[in-house]
């Protein structure tokens, strides 16, 4: 049985691949704090349960990291490498945030937002290499 051969170089982050990746994380935390300062201000005013509160800010997140990817890659390549690394940025800086905040890590926090951050940003990074305009 022979192994092939793993090209490291095509796994090379060049500087459009990281502006990209910042740019779409950047957008995407934007994003989530309007779209949670929103949610915020509607709670004010209506009584949301806490069985809906936990959707909503699922739905936030899956929209915030979409959108940051759809919006912040420019170069039309390795979508899905880009949006991994925006999902996963993108996890840890909603943990930090909400840390910082808080004061504290009280929420639910775990494995699965993470895995479902990678997925998330995955599947967004595809779909933003294949919409649009191709910039290269």
Known sequence: MKLKEINIKKFKLDKATVTDIVRASLIAVIISLIAVLILGIIMKFVDIGNAVLLPVNQVIKVLSVLFGCILGI??????????????????LASILIFWIVNGTLTGNFGVLDAVSGLIVGAVSGIIAVNTGKSKI
């Open 74 to 91: 420019k170069c039309k390549t390795r979508g899905a490498l880009k949006g991994l690394i925006v999902g996963l940025i993108y996890t």
